[in-house]
Every structure is written in structure tokens, then in C-alpha cells.
């Protein structure tokens, strides 16, 4: 049995503005109409003895994994929270101890894949699954490494010291693991011809896995077994104890366990592999025009070469640039040389830093009911256009510190206002004051839109007090 282990935990800062910590790179379609995700999920379909897949993400994203896994059609996904971001070795070690929980005559086969890479040559990364199973079976790490374009000093690589002899000889022992390179050093190990990109994908036996982890790293597993063992399950969702999880100490797979066992082995993989690391690799991997222009959106350019541009609403217009990219959303743009776009992170750190709303979150927000956008904000008030989904309803719930002013301009909304239960139409609106119980619901077959105008001393997310909720937040 195989049962894909996709890990969603990052936060693609190097993407930003489009790619932000409440709505990561994995969750938008970058690279085609599917969502970085939804192409992870849709290129295991074909593999055979696949069981439904687990996907590991943080508490924040877990309404939006649903949702997009849905839309996918994977409805029987295991969707597992950490309850705080501990790296990749605790995250499959949850991963393991819940495949052989639920599959306690079995002993699983887990391909583990970052849930924001891009593969264009489906076929061919199938192809080599199928030839690692073998090899996993017979309890070796593998770990696929790509076959290197250039010099690249993004990546890590391994280095594949001899063939391992075995299945078929599509295996070789790893030698090393190294970290990103300098220049000089990169194309030393592409002309030698024994090192790979590290891909950060593997496929190894739950039961392998966990005999590694309490041989090199005790004390991860430790933790993990005993957060698996006080989870809960809650709607989609298993909720590892957050106590124990929180005291396991935080280390990748590479340094916990692939570089310490004798028996890791590394598989070549060529198939069009990238993990959109920034916009520059956006761009190397995206179809260009005559000029070498990447162009998404309302764009209209003279005399440019070489430029990624892309436009959420607004016309960029552009004349006589090179090697930029530009990058326009609701509430930022982003102007930068290709050859700096790694460095696009120094701005989300500085935005941390200033506690700015645009390092974490778009104007636009999704909840699992919709989303909202906040549209308009100054002293004392704040204006949101709020959409509910169809049979939808927002928590029931209280402010400390500021109204609301509800409008519908589309579809039917039932209001909880107190003592009052009032049926909505559009151009309809109702009040509700400081401290009121509330609720909104979406009652109708369309979606609910209304304006939402806030007043108040306060107006942070924070200022809500649930007193139910369909959905099992409590913030």
C-alpha cells in the first residue's frame, strides 16, 4: 500500500506579495489554474495501490486545505494539524504513527512530497515512484534527487557515491548530503556528474521510518508518539495533543535521519522539477513571448525583455525594462531585479519586524464559511465586502469595542441580532451595536454578498467573542 504524505507547512515569504503566511504559495495557482496543491494531489493519480493521502498543515490553513482538496476531488483525505511548526522529521513522524494506526496489518509505503513543487513531466516522476517501491519495500530511505539543469546554488544536493546494485541498479548509495553551494563549488559537482538537487521528496516504509527516527533522533519520537496518542479527531481534521507536540524539538529529515542511516539511497529523477522557490524560478519554468516576457494579468509592455510581470487588477504598463519582475496585488507592489528575488524575504522580515498587516495576510481573507475583503479603513472605522458561501453561517458571537452595519447587495442573508431574527433581501440592512449576539447566515442557493462598515475604538480580528461555532474555532 501506498499512501501519499504531502507536507504543506511553509510560507513561500520569497513569493511574497502574492504568496503571504495566512495564504501561502501552496494554495495559489502560480503555474497553471490549479493551486500548487491541487497539482501535487492531481499527479498521483495513476499510481497503483494508492490509498487516499494525508496532507500535514498548520492550524491556520486548515479550512483552506479542505476546501482545496475537496475542489479536488479528495474527499477522504486525512488532513493531520500540527499544532505548531516543529520542521519536517516530527511531521512525518505524526504521518507514520497515524498510517500505522490506521493500517495496523500493513505496513505502509509513504511518498512523501512537498505540497508546493512543480513537475511537468508527470509520466516520467510516476515512472520513478514506480521503480523506488521496490527499494522502500525492502526497507531503504529513498530519497529522489534531481538531475541538475546548471550550476545552481539555490538548492542542496546529494551526492551518489555507487549503484547500490540492486532493482535494476536505479538506486545509488548517498554519500553526502551538502548544503547550497557557492558558484565555483556548484559547478564542480555538475561536472562531475555524481550529485543531484535535492528535492526534498522521499519514499520509505512508515515502520523504517520511525526505527530511524528513535535510532538517531529518540527524542522527536518520543514527542510525536505522544501527541498521536492524545489526538483527537475534530470534523476533518486529527489534532495531534498540542502540549507534546510543542515540546518536541524542531529538525528536518535530512539531518534527523537521511543523513545518519546506512541505508538511504537516492534515485535520479528528471522531470521537469522546480520548487518555484522565487519569482526568478517562476520565471524559468513559465512559457514566455518573443521577448522572453512572463506576463500574467492586465499588461502592456514596450521595448521589455526577460521581465516576469503580473497583474492582479490594475494595467501595469512598462517601457524599456529588463530582467525585472513586478508584481502588483491588492495592497502591494513588489519592483525587483531577477537576480535579487531571493531577497524578497528581507522585505517580509522588515514588515514582520514593523508588526505591518501585509507580511501575513491579502485584503482579501478566507474563512471557511467565504471570505471578506477589506475594502476600505481609517480612524475609527473599517469597511469590509463580505461573501457567504450557500447554506453557510459565520459564528454565533460578540464585540467589545465596535458595531456593525450590515448591507445585503446580493442574495438573502438570515441575521441573528440579538433577540431578533430578521430575513435579509438585497438593498436591506440591519444594526448591531457594541456587545450584541450575533450571527450571519447564508440561507439561499447563491452566494451571500453584503457591505459590512465597522465603527469603533477597536477594529482587530481579535475583538470577537464565539460563543458557537459550526466549524470548532474558538478564535
Known sequence: MLIPVILSGGSGSRLWPESRSQYPKQFLPLTGSESMIQSTVGRLAGLSDCAPLMVICNEDHRFIVAEQLRAAGQDYASIILEPSARNTAPALAIAALRA??????????????????????????????????????????????????????????????????????????????????????????????AYYWNSGMFLLKASRYLEELEKFRPDILTSCRQAMSDATVDLDFVRPDKSAFESCPSDSIDYAVMENTADAVVIPLDAGWSDVGSWSSLWEITGKDDQGNVVNGDVMLEDCHNNYIRSSRKLIAAVGVDDLVIVD????????????????????????????????????????????????????????????????????????????HWIVVRGTALVTNGEQEILLTENQSTYIPIGTIHRLENPGKVDLELIEVQSGAYLGEDDIVRLEDNYGRTR
Open 100 to 193: 500505522l494506526s490506521n493500517h495496523s496489518d500493513e505496513d505502509p509505503v509513504l511518498l512523501v512530497l512537498a505540497a508546493d513543487h512543480d513537475i511537468r513531466n508527470v509520466d516520467e516522476f510516476q515512472k520513478v515512484v514506480s521503480k523506488a517501491i521496490p527499494a522502500a519495500n525492502d526497507g531503504q530511505l529513498v530519497t529522489f534527487g534531481i538531475v541538475p539543469t546548471k550550476p545552481e546554488t539555490g538548492y542542496g544536493y546529494i551526492k551518489a557515491v555507487q549503484d547500490s546494485g540492486i532493482h535494476g541498479g536505479c538506486t545509488y548509495s548517498v554519500g553526502a548530503f551538502v548544503e547550497k553551494p557557492d558558484e565555483a563549488t556548484a559547478v564542480e559537482y555538475i561536472d562531475s556528474g
Open 329 to 404: 496585488t491588492d495592497d502591494a507592489v513588489l519592483v525587483t531585479s531577477k537576480n535579487r528575488s531571493q531577497d524578497v524575504k528581507r522585505i517580509v522580515e522588515r514588515l514582520i519586524q514593523s508588526q505591518r498587516s501585509e507580511a501575513c495576510a491579502h485584503r482579501k481573507v478566507y474563512r471557511p464559511w467565504g471570505h471578506y475583503d477589506g475594502i476600505d479603513a481609517g480612524d475609527r472605522f473599517q469597511v469590509k465586502r463580505i461573501t457567504v458561501k450557500p447554506g453557510a453561517t459565520l459564528s454565533l458571537q460578540k464585540h467589545h469595542h465596535r458595531a456593525e
